[in-house]
């Protein structure tokens, strides 16, 4: 089991703010449709004001394709409606299949005898559910339930040109600023260099915190909810210690009243998404599939510049802490290659 000393993680950085694009240093900007600073009455535009922009008609990220019968993204949906029979490939409520369970105890009833029971026996509920389970896949696409509603939030960046503001002011434009991938004594410096980047921020903007450089023990050992409210007691602490006011978002973040850091544990949904859904919007997410990285996404982006390594610094110690403090993943060890 390595120890802190022997640990080397690597740390990347999001901030969303209201962006200076060209005063960013070793890092990109990535549009945000969660980011409203400073709004497009001051030219914040990602380029989709102008005629010929389609960029996002046609996005294919699987959190922007939802379902029109229950609201959630097409890979989260269990609608009824939206099944179809895998044997006949009709749509549930129009399979014609025989769903009689040999030991459903009406399997001798004829029709007309039970009231509500017919032949096929689509009306006995644990004959359905076992149909459904055993027989049936959720497509939404395959019956038509189905909308685009893309936040562009996602990986589907705008790549138009825009020119719709021409004030005497520095352009410009909500979003955050993504970091390159750096390392525990690098981070303080890179947020420096791009201090002239982040010209404002508010209560929509939160400063994300990946950690890389974890073998599978330690990621398993930080796959617990445990780990979550780890997070949130020392940060809490740090807060009062470094003097933020209580009632402030840093706070609110913390007690997950912010739609995009939940207080919420969804390792298993979050572990193997390979794309950006919304079980990510939770205080730690562990996106193994996608960047092989613990998110800690509670932090606001600060106004304040000072408060900004700081965080990260106190992030990356509760990250040596925690692991150094639980020698033993709650999976058992070697589990923890099936599971991540």
Not at 143 to 158: G, I, L, Q
Request: with cysteine.
């Amino acid at each position: 089991m390595r120890t802190r000393k022997d640990r080397t993680l690597s740390i990347g950085t999001e901030v969303e703010c209201h962006v200076v694009r060209d005063n960013i240093v070793h890092g990109t900007f990535h549009h945000d449709g969660s980011v409203d600073v400073l709004g497009r009455n001051r030219g914040v535009c990602d380029g989709s004001c102008r005629d010929d922009c389609c960029c996002y008609d046609d996005c294919e990220c699987t959190g922007c394709i939802l379902c029109t019968e229950c609201g959630d993204t097409t890979s989260d949906c269990y609608c009824f409606d939206c099944m179809i029979c895998n044997d006949c490939s009709e749509r549930v409520n129009a399979c014609g299949c025989d769903w009689k369970r040999q030991n459903c105890p009406f399997f001798e009833v004829e029709a007309g005898i039970v009231e509500g029971l017919d032949v096929l026996h689509h009306a006995c509920e644990h004959c359905k559910d076992i149909w459904i389970t055993n027989r049936c896949e959720t497509n939404c696409h395959e019956v038509e339930n189905v909308e685009w509603n893309c936040e562009r939030d996602c990986d589907c960046d705008c790549e138009c040109d825009c020119d719709c503001f021409d004030g005497d002011e520095v352009a410009g434009q909500d979003g955050e600023i993504v970091s390159t991938v750096l390392n525990e004594n690098t981070i303080e410096g890179w947020l420096d260099e791009n201090e002239n980047a982040i010209k404002q921020t508010n209560k929509t903007c939160g400063m994300h915190v990946h950690v890389g450089g974890l073998n599978r023990l330690e990621y398993g050992i930080l796959m617990t909810p445990e780990f979550t409210e780890y997070v949130q007691d020392e940060l809490t602490q740090w807060g009062k210690q470094v003097g933020l006011k209580d009632g402030t978002e840093f706070f609110k973040r913390l007690k997950g009243l912010n739609t995009y850091c939940r207080d919420s544990y969804q390792a298993e949904a979050q572990k193997m998404d390979m794309d950006k859904n919304s079980s990510r919007y939770c205080i730690v997410n562990y996106c193994w599939g996608l960047h092989q990285t613990v998110e800690i996404r509670v932090l606001p982006s600060f106004q304040m510049h000072k408060f900004r390594y700081k965080a990260i610094a106190k992030v990356i110690d509760i990250v040596h802490t925690f692991i150094d403090n639980n020698n033993k993943p709650k999976i058992h060890s070697l589990e923890i290659k099936e599971v991540i």
